[in-house]
Nanobody, 126 residues
Framework: VQLVESGGGLVQPGGSLRLSCAVSGFSFDYSAIGWFRQAPGKEREGLSCITRSDGHTYYADSVKGRFTISRDNAKNTVYLQMNSLKPEDTAVYYC????????????????????WGQGTQVTVSS
């Protein structure tokens, strides 16, 4: 199983980035992909989740209204569009997948996901 993130980089405050998570190698189609981030000295934070079957989504309060998750099932790719970026969004961003998970309406816990990507750095700075 392989998840590969791309699209990170340096952006000014107020700018946008789109992260991609390319998924391959699942014996069965993955059921959900989540996006997480971890800043230095901070705990991992669950940001957003999308369920493959029906597109059900979850957003953490910290990104609601600014980030949008989407999927392209034909390409086995999940995207995270990040707008109105703030310096506090600076972190390493990870995608994670599982074959037996349906995105909750209430939270997003990385312990529910079995497979992880290597991460991509996002830096928001002027």
């Amino acid at each position: 199983v392989q998840l590969v993130e791309s699209g990170g980089g340096l952006v000014q405050p107020g700018g946008s980035l789109r992260l991609s998570c390319a998924v391959s190698g699942f014996s069965f189609d993955y059921s959900a992909i989540g996006w997480f981030r971890q800043a230095p000295g901070k705990e991992r934070e669950g940001l957003s989740c999308i369920t493959r079957s029906d597109g059900h989504t979850y957003y953490a309060d910290s990104v609601k209204g600014r980030f949008t998750i989407s999927r392209d099932n034909a390409k086995n790719t999940v995207y995270l569009q990040m707008n109105s970026l703030k310096p506090e969004d600076t972190a390493v961003y990870y995608c994670a997948g599982d074959v037996d998970y349906y995105c909750s309406d209430y939270d997003l816990d990385g312990r529910d996901f079995a497979s992880w990507g290597q991460g991509t750095q996002v830096t928001v700075s002027s």
